[in-house]
């Protein structure tokens, strides 16, 4: 008898154990299979997100590019005129980005009229109108105030300016072309603020230089500029 029951008792916990065994494996497989499950779920899910700082940094423009018009006023006797601008600009990778050198191309043409007098003309005076044709090539370098982060700035800018000039003088009914080429420069203030693509930009402009043709005399192309243009960042 006490043999009979003790090999029930070792069947018992024989079965148990395999039982045992069973439910662990069991597990072990169900274990895997979610495993398995979760790998492509995981594997499809999106990197991090950049850092703020290298976000930021993606934002800052490389490229200016810039059309405007404004008035112009000559600080000779020549009267005001309109005035329409080019310009576009490489921002430096130093200072953020806020350091930049760039071209610029404006046109403009004041006028004037008068009359003079002459002892070898047989009327008294002669009436006569003048035109100066300004096409005005900049290089400026400019800097930006704040951040690109913010939604408006003030900046400025200094550079050459390099004037091509055609003035024409018509008197008595005849008509005589002067051109020349003057080197000067250029100062710049204003201001921008962010709309779309790019900003609205507000300055005034003082380009200068002197001039010594035959029908102006010594005189300047100097003017006081006021300019409303809109600059794509890219």
Request: aromatic letters at 8%.
């Amino acid at each position: 008898m006490i043999r009979r029951s003790a090999r029930a008792s070792d069947t018992g916990c024989s079965v148990r154990s395999r039982r045992t065994t069973a439910i662990r494996s069991a597990r072990t497989i169900a274990s895997l299979l979610l495993l398995a499950t979760a790998a492509p779920a995981l594997a499809a899910e999106p990197a991090p997100a950049a850092s703020a700082p290298a976000a930021t940094e993606a934002k800052l423009p490389l490229l200016l590019l810039g059309v405007g018009a404004g008035v112009y006023i000559p600080t000779s006797s020549l009267g005001p005129s309109f005035l329409v601008n080019l310009d576009g600009a490489f921002q430096l990778p130093v200072l953020a980005r806020k350091l930049g050198i760039g071209l610029g191309l404006a046109y403009s043409q004041p006028t004037t009229s008068g009359a003079i007098s002459d002892a070898r003309l047989s009327a008294p005076q002669a009436d006569y109108d003048s035109i100066m044709r300004e096409l005005v090539l900049d290089v400026l370098i400019s800097y930006r105030i704040l951040p690109w982060s913010s939604r408006w700035s003030p900046h400025v800018g200094v550079g050459p300016a390099f004037y091509f000039l055609a003035h024409k003088v018509t008197s008595l009914g005849l008509e005589q072309t002067e051109t020349s080429t003057q080197v000067g420069f250029k100062l710049t203030a204003g201001a921008d603020f962010r709309i779309g693509p790019g900003a609205l930009v507000g300055e005034v402009r003082f380009p200068f230089a002197m001039v010594g043709q035959r029908t102006t005399g010594d005189s300047n192309v100097g003017a006081v500029s006021v300019v409303v243009a809109y600059r794509f960042r890219i």
